[in-house]
């Protein structure tokens, strides 16, 4: 325990009034024996970390042991509740102090600030924000443990400690805290765990809920807070273009999901139409009753009469007459007639909009009429809101991306080529010949493929299977999309597990044949679709830059980037290559990935942007947004990126209006800062220094890595030492754990991979093989300490991924982690496994303080540092009740008994994920 307390004190007082109230609502409920129990459960742990009681562990175990089931659970909802409130509390506290403070790392001033001392002018300034395109794209990847509806009380117990924050008086003050007092009663009667499977449509209605809720809403504040930054600062007075869209996966990633079908593809696609044009609806009727303006007192303007008298016979409806009173209101009158072309769009009747530009620039024509006419205030409050959200959400809301697995297209082609007498065995081919192959039935104007225009009807002649008929299917979306709801609604299908050219190819045949995409003579004509090769694996990512130069050199394939505006998109996979080779290879093997794939696009002049697949953990390719976008490598950027938001970290960045908009600045802050960086000072790749040592590096990382996870027993020592098969087993998400049934851990998912590692507290994936490759390295003279130290100082790369590691291995406890070890322990190939994760996790530890100079992990944040500890007298309940019940879980017989242990781990898990505040 840390002897000076340096985590605010309002923040301490928010925590322990807090903490007070569930205590109180502990003994109303339940009575004073839970509450005496979890108080006793709590004294020991803090015991056991403060080193006061050398029995405390003997004595946790024992009062474990004395406790029923029923009484555990109560004892684990405690504690999972306090951490809700003290995350609650914290980022809360976060909002109150950036108020306070100005130019915070990452904000719109820090931006202005940085801008200004590149002494940009008015008109480069403007150029730069033109080209800037920004993605940030929600997937259903099951990481989120907490419940939607426990989601909305954190969200009301949120916005009351701000409010909270502002009540002048005693009585407000009451007031709030009786509000939060009922808030926590109820959390406490609300069931924490979801008694149902999740369904696809279950995640997809989770994920309209950030968009209903918070993200529409912030929109018109995040341009309108940098519009007024950028005018103070550096006198810019041009509108500030939308330059953020938001995508999806939700209902749209198949890969390895067998319940994401093209149906479901469809309903997402219509729910995001809907929804949208309906909150558009909803925001017309306000400024109805707001835009009062008549022509009597200002004048309007000629486009605004002219566009009421071509449209006057929609005032004359009956569902418009009641509103449209005074004729000299001519806004009003406007208003009435588009608000009628929405509601038709919403039916598709009509008088519907043919697209969102068309809605677009009828709010337009009423902008420009009050800007030119003494009516600019009421614009920029009313108006201006409404347009930047139009060209963020259109009528498609979030764009659907449409993913499925480089081996689902590859048996899927095999198949179609089979049963068309194309060829009988596809997959024998070299890729040279599979690549001649599906070139040449490119270029064939015959189709393999029999499709109308109204459905799929693959092969009339021909029987194919159902896997081969859904990807047919799920191509065909493309050219619905387009004609159902929006140009921009669907564009990208994304190939995971992308390894050859070949792969590309089938997809763009897929799409050839089923409409996407049109060919004459030899070149395509039209394109619906983006092909997005997924690179994961190291070696894959290794060669990505061959195979895209490969694909760059195909005149079809060229011809297809024609219809795109010459652009590529490439995704990289952080979760993947950090499960197939370790965190320091995978980061490495990403950042050489990049400049590789940057030179190859100048090569061809091909304007790429790469989608990073990142995760919420470090070992999925989380952290700090802002520090690892500008650490990326110089140039390659270029203003544009996409960006997965995954599992909890949408509700930790997307819940509180406030932290949205935090979330949105930071991504963008970053994105254009780099932009300008490398654009404006033409700055050299430092890796070009320092590649031979970081070859040397990644390699033996990925040897030693790659040595533990194929050893004869690892996967039984994964399996015994982790809880992932109660996680397999927890409500969190629609899609399967493993890609493959009984299936080993090259099926296994990423996501439940890491969760399981966080769960134990041993953390392997964030940090092992990093101590022993700089340990080799020192070994065998490649580096010095000094050098490595010079390093951290000098290269942004390196000091953010020392910084990540650092994180996981404050995270990581071998106190707990050696408990979890006991449940394994059944032969000596599983001690030398644990042996060696220990000695690696110390060789990690002993690499890092080297390198920082710190005397102990994060001593450069010790408010951070001091949080961190402070939890992990709060989480050990957790860990030795789940200790517990694992073994007798996994021994018993008896169903009954089975049913009512998992119940118990499952509120462990949820309760651990939420003190660390990480699951996958």
Same mark, same amino acid.
């Given at each position: 325990?840390?002897?000076?307390?340096?985590?605010?004190?309002?923040?301490?007082?928010?925590?322990?009034?807090?903490?007070?109230?569930?205590?109180?609502?502990?003994?109303?409920?339940?009575?004073?024996?839970?509450?005496?129990?979890?108080?006793?459960?709590?004294?020991?742990?803090?015991?056991?970390?403060?080193?006061?009681?050398?029995?405390?562990?003997?004595?946790?175990?024992?009062?474990?042991?004395?406790y029923t089931i029923e009484q555990l659970q109560k004892i684990v909802k405690a504690f999972y509740i306090y951490f809700l409130l003290v995350n609650a509390a914290d980022e809360t506290y976060q909002i109150i102090q950036r108020k306070k403070s100005s130019g915070e790392l990452g904000s719109i001033q820090y931006l202005v600030d940085k801008l200004r001392t590149k002494k940009l002018n008015l008109s480069e300034l403007e150029r730069f924000l033109e080209h800037i395109n920004i993605i940030p794209v929600f997937t259903?990847?099951?990481?989120?443990?907490?419940?939607?509806?426990?989601?909305?009380?954190?969200?009301?117990?949120?916005?009351?400690?701000?409010?909270?924050?502002?009540?002048?008086?005693?009585?407000?003050?009451?007031?709030?805290?009786?509000?939060?007092?009922?808030?926590?009663?109820?959390?406490?009667?609300?069931?924490?765990?979801?008694?149902?499977?999740?369904?696809?449509?279950?995640?997809?209605?989770?994920?309209?809920?950030?968009?209903?809720?918070?993200?529409?809403?912030?929109?018109?504040?995040?341009?309108?807070?940098?519009?007024?930054?950028?005018?103070?600062?550096?006198?810019?007075?041009?509108?500030?273009?939308?330059?953020?869209?938001?995508?999806?996966?939700?209902?749209?990633?198949?890969?390895?999901?067998?319940?994401?079908?093209?149906?479901?593809?469809?309903?997402?696609?219509?729910?995001?139409?809907?929804?949208?044009?309906?909150?558009?609806?909803?925001?017309?009727?306000?400024?109805?009753?707001?835009?009062?303006?008549?022509?009597?007192?200002?004048?309007?303007?000629?486009?605004?009469?002219?566009?009421?008298?071509?449209?006057?016979?929609?005032?004359?409806?009956?569902?418009?007459?009641?509103?449209?009173?005074?004729?000299?209101?001519?806004?009003?009158?406007?208003?009435?007639?588009?608000?009628?072309?929405?509601?038709?769009?919403?039916?598709?009747?009509?008088?519907?909009?043919?697209?969102?530009?068309?809605?677009?620039?009828?709010?337009?024509?009423?902008?420009?009429?009050?800007?030119?006419?003494?009516?600019?205030?009421?614009?920029?409050?009313?108006?201006?809101?409404?347009?930047?959200?139009?060209?963020?959400?259109?009528?498609?809301?979030?764009?659907?991306?449409?993913?499925?697995?480089?081996?689902?297209?590859?048996?899927?082609?095999?198949?179609?080529?089979?049963?068309?007498?194309?060829?009988?065995?596809?997959?024998?081919?070299?890729?040279?010949?599979?690549?001649?192959?599906?070139?040449?039935?490119?270029?064939?104007?015959?189709?393999?493929?029999?499709?109308?225009?109204?459905?799929?009807?693959?092969?009339?002649?021909?029987?194919?299977?159902?896997?081969?008929?859904?990807?047919?299917?799920?191509?065909?979306?493309?050219?619905?999309?387009?004609?159902?709801?929006?140009?921009?609604?669907?564009?990208?299908?994304?190939?995971?597990?992308?390894?050859?050219?070949?792969?590309?190819?089938? /997809?763009?045949?897929?799409?050839?044949?089923?409409?996407?995409?049109?060919?004459?003579?030899?070149?395509?004509?039209?394109?619906?679709?983006?092909?997005?090769?997924?690179?994961?694996?190291i070696e894959d990512l290794r060669n990505a830059g061959e195979v895209m130069r490969k694909l760059f050199s195909i005149k079809i394939y060229r011809s297809q980037l024609s219809a795109r505006n010459n652009e590529q998109i490439i995704m990289l996979g952080y979760s993947d290559s950090n499960k197939d080779g370790g965190i320091f290879a995978s980061n490495y093997e990403l950042y050489k990935s990049q400049i590789r794939l940057k030179e190859v696009c100048a090569e061809f002049g091909i304007t790429l942007t790469i989608f990073h697949g990142r995760g919420g953990t470090i070992s999925r390719g989380g952290g700090p947004v802002f520090q690892s976008i500008l650490a990326q490598p110089a140039g390659t950027l270029q203003g544009k990126i996409k960006i997965t938001e995954q599992g909890e970290m949408i509700?930790?960045?997307?819940?509180?209006?406030?932290?949205?908009?935090?979330?949105?600045?930071?991504?963008?802050?970053?994105?254009?800062?780099?932009?300008?960086?490398?654009?404006?000072?033409?700055?050299?790749?430092?890796?070009?220094?320092?590649?031979?040592?970081?070859?040397?590096?990644?390699?033996?990382?990925?040897?030693?890595?790659?040595?533990?996870?194929?050893?004869?027993?690892?996967?039984?020592?994964?399996?015994?030492?982790?809880?992932?098969?109660?996680?397999?087993?927890?409500?969190?998400?629609?899609?399967?754990?493993?890609?493959?049934? +009984?299936?080993?851990?090259?099926?296994?998912?990423?996501?439940?991979?890491?969760?399981?590692?966080?769960?134990?507290?041993?953390?392997?994936?964030?940090?092992?093989?990093?101590?022993?490759?700089?340990?080799?390295?020192?070994?065998?003279?490649?580096?010095?300490?000094?050098?490595?130290?010079?390093?951290?100082?000098?290269?942004?790369?390196?000091?953010?991924?020392?910084?990540?590691?650092?994180?996981?291995?404050?995270?990581?406890?071998?106190?707990?982690?050696?408990?979890?070890?006991?449940?394994? /322990?059944?032969?000596?190939?599983?001690?030398?496994?644990?042996?060696?994760?220990?000695?690696?996790?110390?060789?990690?530890?002993?690499?890092?303080?080297?390198?920082?100079?710190?005397?102990?992990?994060? +001593?450069?944040?010790?408010?951070?540092?001091?949080?961190?500890?402070?939890?992990?007298?709060?989480?050990?309940?957790?860990?030795?009740?789940?200790?517990?019940?694992?073994?007798?879980?996994?021994?018993?017989?008896?169903?009954?008994?089975?049913?009512?242990?998992?119940?118990?781990?499952?509120?462990?898990?949820?309760?651990?994920?939420?003190?660390?505040?990480?699951?996958?």
């Open positions: 325990m840390y002897k000076r307390l340096i985590i605010d004190k309002q923040l301490r007082k928010n925590i322990r009034e807090l903490g007070e109230m569930l205590g109180n609502v502990i003994k109303e409920q339940e009575g004073e024996e839970t509450f005496s129990a979890v108080e006793l459960i709590r004294s020991l742990t803090k015991q056991l970390r403060s080193g006061s009681s050398v029995n405390a562990k003997r004595k946790i175990k024992k009062a474990i042991k004395s259903a990847h099951p990481t989120e443990a907490t419940r939607q509806t426990i989601l909305r009380k954190i969200l009301t117990i949120s916005l009351l400690l701000l409010e909270k924050e502002k009540a002048y008086t005693e009585y407000e003050k009451q007031k709030v805290l009786q509000k939060l007092s009922a808030q926590i009663t109820i959390l406490w009667q609300t069931d924490e765990i979801r008694s149902h499977k999740l369904t696809v449509r279950d995640e997809i209605q989770r994920g309209l809920f950030f968009f209903e809720e918070v993200i529409y809403h912030i929109i018109p504040e995040f341009y309108n807070r940098i519009q007024s930054e950028f005018k103070v600062m550096m006198d810019f007075k041009t509108q500030i273009p939308a330059f953020i869209t938001f995508g999806s996966w939700i209902g749209g990633d198949r890969d390895g999901h067998p319940y994401v079908t093209p149906e479901i593809t469809r309903e997402t696609l219509n729910l995001h139409r809907e929804i949208i044009i309906k909150m558009y609806i909803k925001e017309l009727d306000v400024l109805y009753t707001q835009l009062s303006s008549s022509e009597q007192n200002k004048k309007v303007s000629r486009k605004v009469k002219d566009y009421i008298q071509k449209n006057r016979n929609y005032l004359s409806l009956p569902s418009s007459q009641q509103f449209y009173r005074n004729e000299h209101e001519l806004y009003r009158a406007a208003l009435i007639i588009i608000s009628h072309k929405l509601r038709q769009t919403l039916t598709n009747g009509q008088d519907a909009y043919k697209s969102s530009i068309d809605f677009e620039k009828d709010i337009s024509i009423l902008y420009s009429s009050l800007m030119n006419n003494k009516g600019e205030q009421i614009a920029g409050i009313l108006l201006l809101p409404l347009i930047y959200k139009i060209k963020t959400f259109g009528f498609f809301l979030a764009v659907l991306d449409i993913r499925q697995s480089a081996e689902q297209i590859r048996s899927a082609i095999s198949e179609i080529f089979n049963k068309t007498a194309v060829e009988s065995n596809y997959l024998k081919l070299t890729e040279e010949n599979k690549i001649s192959l599906i070139v040449e039935e490119l270029l064939n104007p015959r189709p393999l493929i029999a499709w109308t225009t109204n459905s799929l009807t693959p092969g009339h002649h021909v029987k194919f299977s159902i896997k081969s008929k859904q990807i047919i299917s799920e191509f065909e979306i493309f050219r619905w999309a387009h004609q159902n709801i929006s140009e921009r609604s669907c564009q990208d299908y994304i190939i995971s597990n992308c390894t050859n050219c070949s792969d590309i190819l089938s /997809a763009l045949l897929f799409a050839k044949e089923t409409g996407s995409i049109l060919i004459k003579n030899g070149e395509v004509i039209t394109s619906k679709v983006n092909i997005v090769p997924l690179f994961e694996t509700s930790s960045k997307y819940l509180l209006p406030e932290i949205a908009q935090r979330s949105l600045e930071m991504i963008s802050s970053a994105v254009i800062l780099s932009t300008v960086s490398s654009e404006q000072n033409n700055l050299k790749e430092p890796l070009y220094k320092f590649e031979k040592l970081f070859d040397f590096l990644s390699e033996n990382s990925f040897i030693y890595y790659r040595s533990l996870i194929e050893k004869k027993e690892f996967f039984n020592y994964f399996r015994s030492a982790t809880p992932i098969d109660i996680i397999e087993n927890i409500e969190i998400g629609s899609r399967p754990a493993s890609r493959k049934k +009984d299936s080993g851990l090259q099926y296994l998912r990423a996501i439940p991979w890491v969760f399981a590692w966080m769960q134990n507290r041993q953390a392997i994936s964030g940090w092992f093989g990093f101590g022993y490759a700089i340990a080799q390295a020192i070994k065998e003279e490649k580096t010095s300490w000094k050098t490595l130290q010079f390093i951290y100082r000098n290269w942004r790369f390196f000091r953010e991924l020392i910084h990540n590691i650092e994180m996981v291995l404050v995270k990581s406890d071998f106190l707990i982690a050696e408990e979890y070890f006991k449940l394994s /322990a059944r032969s000596k190939l599983m001690h030398d496994i644990y042996d060696e994760i220990k000695s690696e996790y110390k060789r990690s530890v002993n690499a890092v303080l080297k390198i920082t100079g710190e005397k102990a992990l994060l +001593d450069s944040n010790k408010t951070l540092q001091q949080s961190l500890a402070l939890r992990n007298p709060y989480m050990d309940p957790m860990s030795f009740i789940q200790l517990r019940f694992l073994k007798e879980y996994r021994e018993s017989d008896d169903e009954e008994k089975r049913a009512q242990i998992i119940s118990l781990l499952r509120a462990t898990v949820n309760g651990i994920a939420s003190g660390l505040r990480n699951t996958g």
